[in-house]
Protein backbone atom coordinates (compact mmCIF):
# COMPACT_ATOMS: atom_id res chain seq x y z
CA UNK A 1 0.00 0.00 0.00
CA UNK A 2 1.49 3.35 -0.65
CA UNK A 3 0.14 6.51 1.24
CA UNK A 4 0.99 10.03 0.49
CA UNK A 5 1.81 11.97 4.00
CA UNK A 6 0.42 15.94 3.74
CA UNK A 7 1.90 17.60 7.14
CA UNK A 8 4.45 20.68 7.50
CA UNK A 9 5.52 19.91 10.49
CA UNK A 10 8.58 17.83 10.16
CA UNK A 11 8.50 15.84 13.67
CA UNK A 12 4.86 14.96 13.20
CA UNK A 13 5.78 13.87 9.20
CA UNK A 14 8.59 11.90 10.13
CA UNK A 15 6.70 10.40 13.13
CA UNK A 16 3.74 8.94 10.81
CA UNK A 17 5.89 8.14 8.19
CA UNK A 18 8.67 6.28 10.31
CA UNK A 19 5.87 4.68 11.84
CA UNK A 20 3.75 3.42 8.27
CA UNK A 21 6.69 2.13 6.91
CA UNK A 22 7.70 -0.12 9.65
CA UNK A 23 3.60 -1.24 9.25
CA UNK A 24 4.97 -1.99 5.47
CA UNK A 25 3.42 1.19 4.12
CA UNK A 26 5.24 2.54 0.62
CA UNK A 27 5.12 6.39 2.51
CA UNK A 28 5.83 9.55 0.51
CA UNK A 29 5.77 12.76 2.31
CA UNK A 30 4.57 16.86 1.07
CA UNK A 31 4.87 19.10 3.51
CA UNK A 32 2.48 22.07 1.59
CA UNK A 33 -0.90 21.85 -0.58
CA UNK A 34 0.69 22.35 -4.04
CA UNK A 35 3.24 19.86 -3.60
CA UNK A 36 0.33 17.19 -2.19
CA UNK A 37 -1.34 18.30 -5.83
CA UNK A 38 1.71 17.49 -7.88
CA UNK A 39 2.56 14.10 -5.87
CA UNK A 40 -0.69 13.59 -6.84
CA UNK A 41 -0.23 14.16 -10.55
CA UNK A 42 2.70 12.03 -10.53
CA UNK A 43 2.28 8.78 -8.49
CA UNK A 44 -0.73 6.25 -7.62
CA UNK A 45 -1.77 6.52 -4.23
CA UNK A 46 -3.70 3.79 -2.52
CA UNK A 47 -4.49 5.97 0.37
CA UNK A 48 -3.92 10.03 1.66
CA UNK A 49 -3.13 11.17 4.95
CA UNK A 50 -3.54 15.10 4.80
CA UNK A 51 -3.32 17.90 7.65
CA UNK A 52 -5.73 20.22 7.53
CA UNK A 53 -3.26 23.49 8.78
CA UNK A 54 -0.74 23.42 6.19
CA UNK A 55 1.22 26.30 4.00
CA UNK A 56 0.38 27.71 0.68
CA UNK A 57 -2.75 25.82 0.54
CA UNK A 58 -4.93 24.07 3.49
CA UNK A 59 -6.09 20.78 3.33
CA UNK A 60 -9.69 21.94 2.79
CA UNK A 61 -8.58 24.01 -0.12
CA UNK A 62 -6.63 20.85 -1.75
CA UNK A 63 -9.20 17.86 -1.03
CA UNK A 64 -11.83 19.54 -3.72
CA UNK A 65 -9.11 20.26 -6.16
CA UNK A 66 -7.96 16.40 -5.71
CA UNK A 67 -11.88 15.53 -6.26
CA UNK A 68 -12.53 17.77 -9.19
CA UNK A 69 -9.47 16.33 -10.88
CA UNK A 70 -11.45 12.93 -10.29
CA UNK A 71 -8.80 11.82 -7.53
CA UNK A 72 -11.03 8.75 -5.57
CA UNK A 73 -7.98 7.97 -3.51
CA UNK A 74 -9.17 8.01 0.33
CA UNK A 75 -8.06 10.89 2.04
CA UNK A 76 -8.34 10.83 6.13
CA UNK A 77 -7.82 14.51 7.28
CA UNK A 78 -6.30 15.01 9.98
CA UNK A 79 -7.66 18.23 12.53
CA UNK A 80 -5.74 20.07 15.07
CA UNK A 81 -9.05 20.79 17.05
CA UNK A 82 -11.73 18.76 17.52
CA UNK A 83 -14.85 21.46 17.00
CA UNK A 84 -17.59 20.22 15.43
CA UNK A 85 -18.02 22.67 12.19
CA UNK A 86 -13.64 21.80 11.06
CA UNK A 87 -15.00 18.38 11.28
CA UNK A 88 -17.83 19.53 8.79
CA UNK A 89 -15.51 21.13 6.72
CA UNK A 90 -13.26 18.62 6.34
CA UNK A 91 -15.77 16.32 5.36
CA UNK A 92 -17.83 18.48 2.92
CA UNK A 93 -14.55 19.14 1.13
CA UNK A 94 -14.31 15.61 0.20
CA UNK A 95 -12.11 13.73 2.81
CA UNK A 96 -13.31 10.23 3.59
CA UNK A 97 -12.74 10.59 7.42
CA UNK A 98 -10.87 12.81 10.12
CA UNK A 99 -8.82 12.13 12.84
CA UNK A 100 -7.94 14.81 15.85
CA UNK A 101 -4.69 15.20 17.04
CA UNK A 102 -3.09 14.30 18.90
CA UNK A 103 -4.27 10.53 18.32
CA UNK A 104 -2.64 6.96 19.02
CA UNK A 105 -0.80 5.93 16.05
CA UNK A 106 -2.53 2.62 16.86
CA UNK A 107 -5.63 4.50 15.86
CA UNK A 108 -3.92 6.12 12.01
CA UNK A 109 -3.41 2.31 11.44
CA UNK A 110 -7.16 1.32 12.52
CA UNK A 111 -8.60 4.03 9.67
CA UNK A 112 -5.88 3.54 7.37
CA UNK A 113 -6.99 -0.19 7.18
CA UNK A 114 -10.79 1.14 7.08
CA UNK A 115 -10.55 3.17 3.72
CA UNK A 116 -8.61 0.49 1.90
CA UNK A 117 -10.73 -2.43 3.03
CA UNK A 118 -13.13 -2.23 0.24
CA UNK A 119 -11.59 -5.09 -1.33
CA UNK A 120 -13.06 -8.37 -3.61
CA UNK A 121 -10.95 -10.84 -2.08
CA UNK A 122 -11.83 -9.80 1.48
CA UNK A 123 -13.93 -11.56 4.03
CA UNK A 124 -14.32 -9.13 7.19
CA UNK A 125 -10.49 -8.23 7.60
CA UNK A 126 -8.75 -11.11 5.67
CA UNK A 127 -7.91 -11.52 2.21
CA UNK A 128 -7.70 -15.39 1.07
CA UNK A 129 -6.83 -17.10 -2.33
CA UNK A 130 -7.15 -21.21 -1.85
CA UNK A 131 -5.79 -21.85 1.65
CA UNK A 132 -3.78 -18.69 2.02
CA UNK A 133 -4.82 -16.79 4.08
CA UNK A 134 -3.66 -13.01 5.12
CA UNK A 135 -5.59 -11.35 8.01
CA UNK A 136 -4.84 -7.28 7.54
CA UNK A 137 -5.77 -6.36 10.88
CA UNK A 138 -2.90 -8.84 12.50
CA UNK A 139 -0.75 -8.94 9.54
CA UNK A 140 -0.63 -12.83 10.08
CA UNK A 141 -0.42 -14.78 6.96
CA UNK A 142 -1.13 -18.13 6.96
CA UNK A 143 -1.75 -21.25 4.35
CA UNK A 144 -3.33 -24.90 5.25
CA UNK A 145 -3.38 -22.97 8.98
CA UNK A 146 0.21 -23.03 9.03
CA UNK A 147 1.35 -19.40 10.22
CA UNK A 148 4.32 -17.89 7.61
CA UNK A 149 6.50 -15.30 8.65
CA UNK A 150 7.16 -12.48 5.94
CA UNK A 151 9.57 -9.23 6.13
CA UNK A 152 7.47 -6.30 6.20
CA UNK A 153 8.48 -5.75 2.45
CA UNK A 154 7.32 -9.23 1.77
CA UNK A 155 4.07 -8.72 3.26
CA UNK A 156 3.63 -5.71 1.30
CA UNK A 157 4.28 -7.53 -1.66
CA UNK A 158 2.08 -10.40 -0.96
CA UNK A 159 -0.99 -7.89 0.18
CA UNK A 160 -0.99 -5.98 -3.04
CA UNK A 161 -1.09 -9.36 -4.84
CA UNK A 162 -3.64 -10.61 -2.78
CA UNK A 163 -6.02 -7.35 -3.04
CA UNK A 164 -5.90 -8.04 -6.91
CA UNK A 165 -6.57 -11.84 -7.19
CA UNK A 166 -6.35 -13.50 -10.90
CA UNK A 167 -4.73 -10.24 -12.25
CA UNK A 168 -1.18 -9.64 -14.24
CA UNK A 169 0.24 -6.99 -11.99
CA UNK A 170 2.97 -5.65 -14.05
CA UNK A 171 6.65 -4.77 -11.90
CA UNK A 172 5.37 -0.70 -12.82
CA UNK A 173 2.04 -1.49 -11.10
CA UNK A 174 3.82 -3.50 -7.80
CA UNK A 175 6.68 -0.54 -7.90
CA UNK A 176 4.26 2.07 -7.29
CA UNK A 177 1.88 0.55 -4.99
CA UNK A 178 4.79 -1.58 -2.86
CA UNK A 179 7.61 1.30 -2.79
CA UNK A 180 7.84 4.94 -2.67
CA UNK A 181 9.56 7.39 -4.59
CA UNK A 182 13.16 6.69 -3.53
CA UNK A 183 12.73 3.20 -5.24
CA UNK A 184 15.08 3.54 -8.13
CA UNK A 185 12.69 0.87 -10.27
CA UNK A 186 15.35 -1.85 -10.69
CA UNK A 187 13.36 -4.89 -11.43
CA UNK A 188 15.92 -7.02 -9.84
CA UNK A 189 14.70 -6.08 -6.08
CA UNK A 190 11.06 -6.74 -7.17
CA UNK A 191 12.28 -10.60 -8.80
CA UNK A 192 14.19 -11.10 -5.92
CA UNK A 193 11.48 -10.21 -3.04
CA UNK A 194 9.11 -12.52 -5.04
CA UNK A 195 11.69 -15.11 -5.22
CA UNK A 196 11.91 -14.58 -1.45
CA UNK A 197 7.87 -15.09 -1.06
CA UNK A 198 7.49 -17.64 -3.11
CA UNK A 199 10.17 -19.69 -0.64
CA UNK A 200 7.87 -19.45 2.33
CA UNK A 201 4.81 -18.97 0.58
CA UNK A 202 4.66 -21.69 -2.40
CA UNK A 203 7.81 -23.92 -2.07
CA UNK A 204 6.61 -25.87 0.80
CA UNK A 205 2.99 -26.79 -1.05
CA UNK A 206 1.74 -28.84 -3.74
CA UNK A 207 -0.34 -26.11 -5.42
CA UNK A 208 2.08 -22.91 -6.18
CA UNK A 209 0.00 -19.56 -5.91
CA UNK A 210 1.80 -16.85 -7.25
CA UNK A 211 2.38 -17.25 -11.37
CA UNK A 212 4.77 -15.54 -13.68
CA UNK A 213 3.27 -14.64 -16.90
CA UNK A 214 6.29 -14.11 -18.92
CA UNK A 215 7.08 -10.97 -20.27
CA UNK A 216 4.03 -9.19 -18.53
CA UNK A 217 4.21 -9.17 -14.69
CA UNK A 218 3.22 -11.82 -11.73
CA UNK A 219 -0.52 -12.74 -10.32
CA UNK A 220 -1.63 -14.43 -7.44
CA UNK A 221 -4.67 -17.13 -8.16
CA UNK A 222 -5.28 -20.64 -7.22
CA UNK A 223 -6.58 -21.10 -10.83
CA UNK A 224 -3.23 -23.14 -12.43
CA UNK A 225 -2.30 -21.20 -16.02
CA UNK A 226 -1.03 -23.62 -18.59
CA1 LIG B 1 0.32 21.11 9.92
Same mark, same amino acid.
Given at each position: ??????????? @? %??? *??????????????????? =?????????????????? &??? @????? =?????????????? *???????? %?? =?? !?????????????? #???????????????????????????????? *? $?????????????? @????? #? =???????? &??????????? &?? %????????????????? $??? !????? #???????? #?? @?????????????????
Amino acid at each position: MRVLVVEDERR @I %ADF *ISRGLSEQGYAVDVAYDGD =EALQWADVAEFDVIVLDV &MLP @IRDGV =EVTPIFRTRGLKTP *ILMLTARD %AV =ED !RVRGLDSGADDYLV #KPFAFAELVARLRALTRREPAAVGTALQVSDL *I $VDTTTREVSRQGTL @IGLTS #K =EYALLEYL &MRHPNQVLTRT &MI %AEHVWNYDFDNATNVID $VHI !RNLRR #KIDDPFAT #KL @IQTVRGAGYRISARQSV
